[in-house]
């Protein structure tokens, strides 16, 4: 059963093999757009957590901090390029 992205005011589809589905935009395909895990960054930017995709795909993340702010981050791998998604706000449930 795939998860539900919330990314902004859009919701995604993220499938059992990291495979991202875009709904009515973007068919799910592990080759071009996947997530492959999570991280968190302290204070000053720098990585101080690493979250696999089964991390992610478990569902048991913290994506915010008790005052709302992003504490989790999204990586994912788009057309071979490796990137954190800092905006907008997100998280997989």
């Known amino acids: 059963m795939p998860r ?10 993220l499938h059992e093999d990291g495979a991202i589905e875009r709904p009515g935009l973007v068919q799910p ?8 895990g999570a991280v968190r960054l302290n204070n000053f930017g720098f ?4 979250f696999t995709l089964t991390d992610v795909l478990s569902g048991k993340i913290q994506w915010r901090h008790s005052n709302g702010k992003q504490r989790v981050h999204v ?11 800092m905006s907008p706000e997100h998280e997989i449930y």
């Open 4 to 13: 539900t992205i919330r990314h902004g005011q859009e919701y995604w589809k």
């Open 29 to 36: 395909n592990a080759e071009t757009w996947r997530v492959s």
């Open 75 to 85: 990586r994912d791998v788009d057309h071979g390029s490796s990137r954190i998604w």
């Open 47 to 50: 990585e101080v957590e690493y």
